[in-house]
């Protein structure tokens, strides 16, 4: 930091600071920003790594000069307002030769750029290829929440200049098609990752970024929507935070001033809804319409409408596609039926029961179930859930439950009337608490889990 000299009885006033600059900040823009002003010299500052500080010293031609460049305080220079301070010769020779000093051997931030630059403009067609190979065998994912509306994937990329990236920065949009403030992107390995989170909390331009890790599948979720090619037609649509008990029909109730061509309602792996479904409309002006009603009412929860493509249609779809092309979908009161029964079930469990599915007692131990229950109870782990949107607190508990994990017995703690609670007992070593929180992160009906 910059400290305050006197001022020597001899000392010419001709010399002042900016600070606040933006990064990208050039000599010409401080002459524009101060020009009513005559200036002799401009030194713009570098940090440790010879990236721009944001802190220039300029040399005035007289102190009439300096009296109209005080005049600029706190004017801004593109999006910022840049501080203007008085200093004097001793200390504008003292801090621009160290700079000088310390820049000597190394080359200009503007010189590094142009060869990364030029660099990536050579290689890009092998390191995509590259990219796409090293993609598959690395796991390492972080998110920067709070980004400058206006900053590019090159400009964040140089944020993080020491951390290896594979493949693109992708900043995420937000339903108008506007950029968040929010990017994911995907890193090399584990010690990439932790240059990355380092990062947490630095501005990028005149913002602080948020650095935080995040999975695999939220990463994807946001890059399959960069996959549509360009002969792609855009006439699929994803919902999500249906009602569990949704059919074809309401869906297309729900669209009713959209042409559908099909619907295809998804189920986990016990054949349950998700509350999501995939529709093919007939065309890009249906998708336009079908925007519209993103965040309408399907009976009691609204409904997130997002726009797709044809190859993430095809994906994400082809599980419950049957070989003849027709969606393999259940009846209503096929799946009410089947609702209902698993409830009745459910409510005829014993403990004992719920032991046996578990751990897969032997029958000896199944006759003395209270005594294997007090052996197998080696933790017990609270959750609170926060749901996505208005999703039903029954609905959030019985998706839950529906988890399943050898050794884990769910628990509902129905005491909080205001708050979500969901309590397990774990009697499987191999199992442990993070685990089964990610498991509930993961639900479509979850927005945030935490201990309790």
Avoid at 31 to 47: M, R, S
Avoid at 89 to 106: C, G, L, P
């Amino acid at each position: 930091m910059l400290k305050k000299m006197k001022r020597m009885d001899t000392e010419e006033n001709t010399f002042i600071r900016l600070r606040g600059l933006v990064w990208n900040a050039t000599e010409e823009d401080i002459k524009g920003f101060l020009k009513d002003c005559t200036l002799k010299e401009v030194v713009l500052l570098t940090n440790g790594r010879g990236k721009p500080s944001g802190n220039a010293f300029v040399h005035l031609d007289t102190e009439s000069d300096v009296d109209r460049a005080i005049a600029h305080n706190k004017e801004y220079l593109r999006e910022r307002f840049v501080i203007v301070e008085e200093i004097f010769k001793s200390q504008y020779i003292s801090e621009t030769q160290n700079m000088q000093n310390n820049t000597a051997k190394r080359p200009s931030y503007q010189e590094e750029v142009k060869k990364k630059v030029i660099s990536k403009e050579m290689d890009m067609e092998y390191n995509k290829g590259e990219q796409d190979k090293r993609a598959n065998k690395t796991n390492f994912h972080i998110i920067l929440r709070g980004l400058p509306w206006k900053a590019t994937e090159d400009e964040i990329a140089e944020f993080l200049d020491d951390c290896d990236i594979v493949g693109n920065v992708v900043i995420i949009n937000n339903e108008a098609g506007k950029p968040s403030g929010d990017a994911v992107l995907q890193l090399l390995n584990k010690i990439d990752l932790e240059r990355a989170l380092k990062y947490d909390r630095k501005y990028l331009l005149d913002r602080c970024v948020i650095v935080e890790e995040t999975d695999k599948d939220n990463y994807n979720k946001h890059i399959r929507k960069l996959d549509k090619a360009d002969t792609e037609e855009n006439t699929f649509i994803r919902l999500r935070g249906l009602v569990w008990s949704a059919t074809e029909e309401d869906i297309k109730t729900f669209l009713h001033d959209c042409n559908v061509k099909e619907v295809v309602l998804t189920t986990n792996d016990r054949g349950r809804p998700t509350g999501n479904a995939f529709v093919h409309l007939d065309t890009e002006a249906d998708v336009e319409k079908a925007m519209a009603h993103n965040r309408e009412y399907l009976r009691e929860r609204f409904v997130l409408v997002e726009e797709i493509y044809e190859s993430q249609y095809i994906r994400e779809t082809k599980e419950f596609v049957s070989q003849t092309g027709n969606v393999n979908k259940k009846s209503e009161t096929e799946l009410e039926g089947n609702l209902e029964n698993g409830k009745e079930a459910k409510r005829r469990k014993t403990e004992k029961d719920k032991i046996a599915d578990h751990m897969e007692c032997n029958e000896e131990e199944q006759g003395n179930a209270n005594q294997s229950l007090k052996n197998v109870k080696k933790a017990c782990i609270n959750f609170e859930i926060r749901p996505i949107g208005n999703v039903a607190k029954h609905d959030v508990i019985e998706e839950c439950k529906a988890i399943k994990i050898e050794g884990v017995i769910w628990e509902e703690d129905n005491d909080d009337k205001a708050k979500i609670i969901m309590g397990c007992s774990i009697a499987n070593p191999n199992v442990d608490a993070e685990m089964i929180k990610e498991k509930i992160k993961h639900l479509n009906s979850v927005e945030d889990v935490i201990f309790s």
